[in-house]
């Protein structure tokens, strides 16, 4: 069925519309309510690749090899999870969505209980909403209205980089010790914990929600060893409660007062000389998986929470940021550095290099200038910091 805002169409409207829905819709096949949830970028080279792919879909090597005749989608899948399901690479969902693109001004659109079919013929392969495998569009009933009330779908697990699309900042050397600092705790306590009252001392708006940092540590680049920026390690989230004041005491004495603060969560205790900042709005959008456009080489700088290596659904940063192309949703590999052997064989024992392989995969979701955060999607063996990255 067509959903409109909320609301199932008429089914006169549905039927008159059933052609134009044959339309690929990987990431989203309801094809209006794009006023009501933003429009996710897309690419001029995806929204190319999904025109010149409609016309024939593609070819039939280009599918995982168990990909199902159809599928229902299901509350908590992904993006990423469906297409794997229905290709041998993720992130090249562009082509399976096309036709009809100025209807389809959002096809990020896709809810639970919607039906993707694949359609086989000539050689080719194209998904379509609802229908059988032999192309017959079938426009039932059983998609209600109230089935969007689950929203569409993410990109990827976003439960996984939540935590993080805030809370990882990389500041340039001296924002951070410009920032307002905590100076004490009710009673002389050092340590706080949830609950507890700070007093902050520094410039500052009265905005309610504030975060809290500890000193920033040096994200150095593995390869030149030079300083990307500063990673400043999250403590917890504060309220602003009441401004501070400079006053004059009755000896006519310059008083200073500090601002008071109540921590709201921490996932550390809090202490003295720790600083705050503002917390941002929550950037909460979609992310659309694909390959950079252009080349794009790099190291791992580290692991997220100062692990010495780390595996699937952990966080890394990388050592390109915007300044080199990186963006949100870039999938990457993550190559294993090849062995140095000597040729047995060889009477001189010729060394050799294995060439590196690709072990894993990563999805960049927060870029700053120089530096990224990416989510290890999979991996083979341990990812280290060092380790390479290239395009998938």
């Given at each position: ?24 819709a ?14 996710y ?17 593609v ?16 509350r ?34 896709i ?5 993707l ?55 340039d ?17 050092v ?15 009265a ?34 409660v ?17 601002a008071?603060f ?25 992310y ?16 997220y929470g ?48 294995l ?21 290890i999607l ?8 060092g ?6």
């Amino acid at each position: 069925m067509i959903l409109c805002h909320g609301q199932l169409a008429p089914l006169q409207r549905a039927s008159a519309r059933a052609a134009s829905l044959l339309t690929l819709a990987m990431l989203g096949l309801s094809i209006s309510a794009a006023h009501a949830f933003p429009d996710y970028p897309i690419t001029g080279a995806q929204r190319g690749t999904a025109q010149k792919v409609a016309e024939t879909g593609v070819p039939l090597s280009e599918l995982a090899p168990n990909a199902p005749d159809s599928y229902t989608v299901k509350r908590g899948d992904t993006l990423w999870d469906i297409s794997k399901l229905f290709l041998r690479s993720p992130w090249r969902w562009p082509e399976l969505w096309g036709m009809n693109l100025q209807d389809i001004r959002n096809p990020h659109l896709i809810y639970p209980g919607q039906l993707l079919t694949l359609v086989k013929s000539g050689g080719r392969a194209r998904l379509v909403f609802g229908g059988s495998s032999d192309g017959t569009v079938r426009l039932s009933p059983r998609v209600r209205a109230g089935d969007t009330d689950l929203g569409p779908i993410a990109s990827i697990p976003l439960h996984l980089i939540e935590p993080f699309l805030n809370d990882a900042v990389v500041l340039d050397s001296d924002t951070l010790a410009r920032a307002p600092r905590i100076v004490a705790g009710r009673e002389g306590r050092v340590l706080l914990s949830r609950g507890d009252v700070a007093y902050v001392r520094g410039e500052m708006p009265a905005t309610r929600d504030w975060r809290i940092f500890r000193e920033a540590r040096p994200l150095r680049d593995p390869v030149s060893g030079e300083i990307l920026g500063y990673e400043a390690a999250f403590v917890g989230n504060a309220e602003y409660v009441r401004a501070g004041e400079t006053r004059t005491d009755a000896q006519g004495a310059t008083e200073i007062v500090p601002a008071t603060f109540t921590l709201n969560s921490l996932r550390q205790e809090a202490g003295i000389g720790d600083r705050i900042a503002q917390a941002p709005i929550r950037d909460n959008r979609n992310y659309v998986p694909h390959a950079p456009s252009k080349p794009i080489e790099g190291r791992i700088v580290s692991i997220y929470g100062d692990g010495l290596s780390a595996g699937q659904n952990q966080i890394v940063a990388l050592n390109r940021g915007e300044r080199e192309g990186m963006e949100r949703g870039h999938v990457l590999a993550v190559l294993r550095t090849g062995e140095r052997i000597q040729d047995k064989a060889d009477p001189l024992k010729t060394a050799l290099k294995l060439p590196d392989e690709a072990h894993g995969q990563l999805f960049v979701f927060r870029v700053f200038d120089r530096v990224s955060y990416a989510l290890i999607l999979s991996a083979e063996t341990a990812v280290r910091p060092g380790d390479r990255f290239t395009p998938p």
